[in-house]
């Protein structure tokens, strides 16, 4: 299998970049963590790579909103360089804050007529940070992180990560483009009907989205967190897992490329 | 010049949160509740911009089109006076000149990044209240909307034209005539100008500079008084001390080193190869073995007095600041958790009942909380474990406990700076922040701390301070500094003077990078702005260290060079501004001589009479305390599982939800060892003997440590104490007993201390409406906090119930022990022996447990503290949601009583070292084997039902759904 190399790319306030190699490292890549200036100096950088994460954090604070000004900084200075890696057959993940900065870069989601991006993410519901496991489900056959993944279980920590979208033909495009990849349930596995199965408020419960074509893939909870058994909240109860099921999703990631 | 506006509203439909919050606030103080409320954000941009770029910006950085609306306009615009709610008041609240703006700094990095040209941004907040009186408007703005020692109140118009800049600053050397002044000149002296120093010190001071023949310069009496303040020498508790008590007189020429460093010396001669403790007491933060690799490190800090004052600020640079502590160890630590534990008044305490210049104890723990959850999580650096605990004694002097753990490779595990290096700072700029910090630490707080010592208050820039630490990280591995160490109390004028203490220092003051113009040389030297470290870098290094920071963005900049002067040479441009000699900053100072005195209060009795028929009702109350209470609504606004190293969660249990006794977290991601966090402390048992209180909190934080897993004979700890006015022989001497049994619990449990802090004079004067002087003390609180360690993270237990048909042991012995307890002060009863610890029973009983814990017997492990078995008990099962069968008669007692007094302390008392085991029926043997050198008795078994059924022979004495039990548990603090 080739062994796929992934930049893990990190700013001024990402803090979840070592967990996120680590996983990419134990599903079989090779992994760089490598700063946002350093491909802001030289884009070509991302040329050497088969996958961009953007991991969690607060990149830039999250002040002004979060993930906004790294958005930003991609959207003025990159957006070339990204639609070239995503013509390239080449995968983009973004995990918390890297979710938040795909979507407001304009590299997960096309933008509308006016530039803007068609969704965001914004104030959890209840105006807090919060930190907790959540039940999740699988609803498209389009994206390849999520492959052969029905249901998951996983921690979500954040404060603006509630999705909403600029209308109902936006929903209906996502949905109709099988874009809408991952949900909030309940923990039989039925669709959430609010707090706290749904954390945030997000709407149609979304929690992870993917672009049109399945390689795209951002999503508030934190797979990297779950690779070990020990990190699942009730293991101690539940008995101990060989892996946890966050591995999936970065194994899937490898696997595109074998 | 133009000044724009940009306000942003919530977009029709989108819930305006902001207002929710705020009419919450309201109704919460008690205010008029029929107030409409509308709040928007916003930023005031300056420069030369024109109305579409500024329309741009607004729609395309500031704002969200989706949620959000905006207005534009320039200051002064009639469309920005235009309510959303009809007639209204406005009122603007903006951070004060030279307060950090951290949403500031980086929208104005965005707006540049966009390729427009604004020079200055400011954010601000802004409210329109309708349906209220003015004096109403002006309550809630004071008490909800603005605090007053870092934000302004603009009421109507904003009214500038355009954004401060500092002035520029003209150099004039500033002489101190000290030496013809008198010794009420002297005193006076020090008040006025904020030295917070002794009559003795400032006459020491004074005969010094005779002897030199010269008046000092002001740099060099604030060097001085930063140096010997009581925050950097700690020299009440190191001091000379006349101790006398029931057992007689004793006299310590240094305290501490005679009670809690002499214990861990002990320890660790008697440890001699086995020796696990590599640097304690010395560096920012104390150091201990955990495997080959690597070595641990933890520190623990209070920021109480910026805390009571500007609550959300205070706590936000007292997590900041204790998280330099290990950056600022060795070579430099990672973090990798924090801890961090308050204490607060009833946040239901009536508004009239607040003495003047006293913030509501619910807005102070709600912004302690937002403070220290900002901060932490910002970092990147899971808040794993934590305590809050409420008194109302800490009304107008609230405890914030601030801690952090870091990992550093063994061979970086020390320093040292070395003659021709560079003094090299780096992070935050210097500005007017925190003046006066170390010094007001030090001062009993008043009703006038607000107005008198604002400058000590400062905002914390969390991603300042992350990007310092990744660069520190990569220098570190790159081997491009000698020495390292953080700037805090006391800014450069600590660090540096503390660096080059052995050496001697050249430093340049005007090479500092400021804020803002207008900075004299004294205030560069003592601000304590956040978000600095200082190191030393040899010159062949420099410019790739320099690089280094710069491809970060981080600012680096020399500011002094080491020498082999013994002096302390302070320069500004070409003049001389100051020149001591180390030895007079450092050993110059008077000893403190105090005298300590302590008389234990006289046991009285508790009158058991009639007081066993409420059992069950106790038991609720007692979970409904709010000492007791869940703290979920804290807990998950803490990032408790980045850096992925979670093991055992702060919350644990079927429904992820009941109160696990210590995190657990393994900090190397592919090696199974761990380290447990826990801590302990029980304010209330102060009241009776400080001894015991000292004692029993070691205890308790060893056993939350051991109920999860950790190795007793690997558990270090830390001491805080927070103490009244030690200047009382009564209140000194009440500290200085509870030292004394630091040290005999340190030396016969093996447990060495490696690091404490103390924060002294916490008291809050106010006058009343008849002018009288009314002090509040705080109750005499010692934190605990314990960082234990586990072989095999896989081996860590949780305490819920895990399977109905397992048996329930009890480990250790109970004594009536219901002084201070948690079933006396719901039932508002005193009286009774406080809990005391017999470390001949704790030992054999931690090393039992844990043998027992480590070889897979124990399904389920709990430690009992406040509340006693029938809490223990209940938090079990509905942690589990299972219940239990549980008979009394097996309990043992120490003692002889029975009927009510028996029952009672069966159920209720505090006794130490307990501990209650969940075994499965096919591993009672091996576990009772394993127990068999200790107390362990067979109590039942965890139940087929949800009902906690409790009972003595054949009478039942508790009966309640495990539901009932939760929710009593749950209520008061889910907010």
């Known amino acids: ?258 | 010049m133009v000044l724009w506006e940009v306000d942003i509203y919530p977009a029709t439909g989108q819930v305006d949160r902001r207002s929710a919050e705020i009419v919450n606030d309201i109704v919460d103080l008690g205010l008029d509740a029929q107030v409409r409320v509308a709040a928007a954000h916003g930023y005031l941009l300056e420069g030369d911009l024109s109305k579409a770029e500024v329309q741009l910006l607004a729609a395309k950085l500031l704002s969200d089109h989706i949620v959000e609306k905006t207005v534009v306009a320039q200051v002064g615009d009639a469309v920005l006076n235009e309510s959303p709610i009809g007639e209204s008041s406005l009122v603007h609240v903006l951070p004060k000149p030279g307060v950090m703006d951290p949403v500031a700094m980086t929208a104005l990095k965005g707006i540049q990044d966009s390729g427009v040209q604004a020079t200055q941004v400011r954010t601000f907040s802004k409210y329109w209240l309708a349906d209220v009186d003015p004096e109403t408007v002006r309550v809630i703005s004071e008490k909800i909307l603005a605090n007053d020692s870092i934000e302004q109140v603009i009421y109507g118009n904003l009214g500038l034209d355009r954004l401060e800049h500092g002035a520029a600053y003209e150099f004039e050397l500033k002489i101190v005539a000290i030496r013809e002044l008198t010794n009420d000149e002297l005193e006076n002296l020090s008040a006025t100008g904020q030295l917070y120093l002794t009559l003795v010190e400032m006459q020491t001071i004074q005969q010094h500079f005779k002897d030199l023949d010269r008046d000092p310069t002001d740099i060099e009496l604030e060097s001085v008084a930063q140096t010997w303040s009581e925050h950097c020498s700690h020299k009440t508790l190191a001091g000379r001390i006349a101790y006398r008590d029931e057992h007689g007189e004793r006299q310590f020429d240094n305290m501490l080193k005679e009670t809690i460093f002499g214990a861990t010396v002990q320890i660790r001669e008697e440890l001699g190869d086995d020796d696990w403790c590599v640097s304690v007491f010395k560096d920012n933060a104390g150091i201990v073995t955990f495997n080959d690799e690597f070595n641990v490190v933890f520190k623990v800090e209070t920021h109480n007095h910026p805390s009571a004052l500007e609550p959300y600020g205070g706590a936000n640079t007292g997590i900041g600041g204790v998280i330099r502590d290990p950056m600022g160890t060795g070579l430099g630590a990672k973090p990798i958790c924090n801890t961090n534990v308050f204490c607060f008044a009833n946040p239901d305490t009536l508004l009239e009942d607040l003495p003047a210049g006293v913030l509501h104890p619910r807005r102070v723990m709600k912004g302690v909380v937002s403070g220290v959850r900002d901060y932490g999580n910002r970092m990147g650096i899971p808040t794993v474990n934590g305590a809050l605990y409420f008194d109302d004694r800490y009304l107008g002097n609230p405890l914030v406990y601030a801690g952090n753990v870091g990992i550093i490779p063994c061979e970086m595990s020390f320093k040292e700076a070395h003659a021709g290096e560079w003094v090299v700072a780096i992070g935050g700029h210097t500005g007017r922040d925190g003046i006066h910090g170390a010094t007001f630490s030090s001062a009993e707080l008043t009703s006038d701390s607000e107005s008198l010592s604002g400058g000590a208050v400062q905002i914390g820039n969390a991603i300042t301070e992350k990007m310092v630490l990744d660069v520190l990280m990569e220098a570190r591995d790159r081997g491009l500094y000698t020495c390292v160490t953080d700037c805090g109390a006391g800014g450069f004028a600590s660090a540096v003077g503390e660096m080059g203490e052995e050496l001697g220092v050249e430093v340049y003051l005007d090479k500092c990078p400021l804020k803002y113009d207008g900075l004299n040389y004294t205030e560069i030297w003592i601000s304590e702005a956040q978000e600095r470290m200082v190191f030393s870098v040899p010159d062949e290094n420099w410019q790739e260290f320099h690089d280094l920071c710069a491809s970060e963005g981080v600012s680096a900049n020399i500011i002094g060079k080491f020498q082999d002067t013994g002096r302390l040479v302070l320069k500004y441009e070409d003049h001389v501004v100051g020149d001591l000699t180390m030895d007079f900053l450092h050993n110059g100072r008077p000893p403190v001589v105090r005298d300590a005195f302590y008389q234990p209060p006289v046991v009285t009795d508790i009158d058991f009479e009639g007081t066993s028929a409420s059992a069950s009702d106790d038991l609720l109350s007692i979970l409904g305390s709010l000492n007791v209470a869940s703290k979920e609504w804290v807990i998950r606004q803490y990032d408790h599982e980045v850096q992925a190293g979670s093991v055992i969660k702060p919350l644990v249990g079927i429904s992820n939800d009941g109160p696990g006794d210590a995190a657990v977290i393994r900090p190397v991601l592919d090696s199974w060892r761990a380290l447990t966090i826990s801590c302990g402390m029980n304010p209330r048992y102060g009241d009776f003997d400080t001894y015991h209180m000292a004692a029993s909190g070691i205890d308790e934080a060893i056993r939350n440590s051991v109920a999860v897993g950790a190795n007793p004979d690997r558990i270090a700890i830390l001491d805080n104490f927070c103490w009244g006015y030690t200047d009382r022989p009564e209140t000194l001497g009440s500290l200085v007993r509870a030292a004394l049994a630091c040290y005999d619990m340190a030396v016969d449990l093996q447990t060495p201390f490696i690091s404490g802090k103390d924060s002294l004079n916490n008291e809050f004067s106010s006058f009343n409406e008849a002018g009288e002087k009314q002090t509040i003390s705080i109750p005499s609180t010692l934190l605990i906090s314990a960082m234990g360690q586990v072989d095999d993270a896989r081996t860590c237990v949780t305490m819920d119930f895990k399977e109905s048909g397992n048996t329930i042991y009890l480990v250790g012995k109970t004594a009536c022990e219901l002084g201070g307890s948690h079933w006396t002060l719901v039932r508002n009863m005193t009286g009774g022996q406080v809990p005391q610890v017999d470390t001949s029973l704790s030992r054999p009983i931690f090393r039992a447990v844990h043998q027992a814990i480590s070889t897979g017997l124990v399904r389920a492990c709990h430690d009992l503290s406040e509340g006693g078995l029938a809490v223990g008990l209940a938090e079990m099962a509905f942690a589990g949601g299972l219940g239990a069968n549980v008979d009394l008669a097996n309990v043992e007692t120490d003692g002889d009583f029975d009927g009510e007094t028996e029952l009672v302390t069966k159920l209720f008392s505090e006794s130490n070292t307990r501990f209650v085991c969940e075994v499965e029926p096919g591993n009672q043997d091996a576990f009772e084997a394993t127990m068999s050198g200790v107390v362990c008795k067979l109590l039942g078994t965890v139940g087929e039902t949800e009902q906690l059924s409790v009972s003595r022979g054949d009478v039942v004495v508790v009966d309640l759904p495990i539901a009932e039990l939760k929710e009593a548990w749950q209520s008061p603090l889910r907010w």
């Open chain 1, 1 to 258: 299998m080739a062994t796929p190399r992934v930049l893990v790319l990190r700013a001024p306030g990402t803090n979840c970049d070592f967990e996120t190699a680590h996983a990419f490292e134990r599903a079989g890549a090779e992994t760089q963590r490598i700063h946002i200036n350093r491909i802001l100096e030289n884009p070509d950088l991302t040329k050497d790579f088969q996958i961009l994460c953007i991991p969690g954090g607060f990149s830039y604070g999250d002040d002004v909103a979060a993930g906004r000004i790294l958005a930003n900084q991609m959207r003025n200075h990159l957006a070339e360089v990204m639609r070239e890696f995503k013509a390239s057959d080449k995968l983009l993940l973004g995990i918390c804050n890297g979710f938040q900065v795909l979507i407001k870069s304009g590299i997960l989601l096309d933008d509308n007529e006016n530039g803007d991006p068609p969704a965001t993410l914004c104030w959890n519901d209840h105006g807090r940070y919060e930190d907790r496991w959540v039940h999740l489900k699988t609803t498209s056959d389009k994206c390849v992180f999520l492959r052969g993944i029905d249901q998951i279980y996983l921690p979500i920590a954040h404060a603006e990560g509630r999705f909403v979208m600029a209308g109902e033909h936006v929903a209906a495009s996502l949905q109709s483009c099988d874009q809408l990849a991952l949900a909030y349930t309940t923990p039989a596995g039925d669709d959430a009907t609010g707090f706290p199965d749904n954390p945030n408020g997000a709407e149609l419960n979304v929690a992870g989205v993917c672009d049109t074509s399945g390689r795209v893939f951002g999503l508030m909870p934190h797979p990297e967190r779950f690779i070990d058994g020990t990190q699942h909240p009730r293991w101690t109860r539940e008995g101990l897992q060989a892996e946890g099921a966050g591995m999936a999703i970065f194994r899937n990631a490898v696997e595109y490329f074998a």
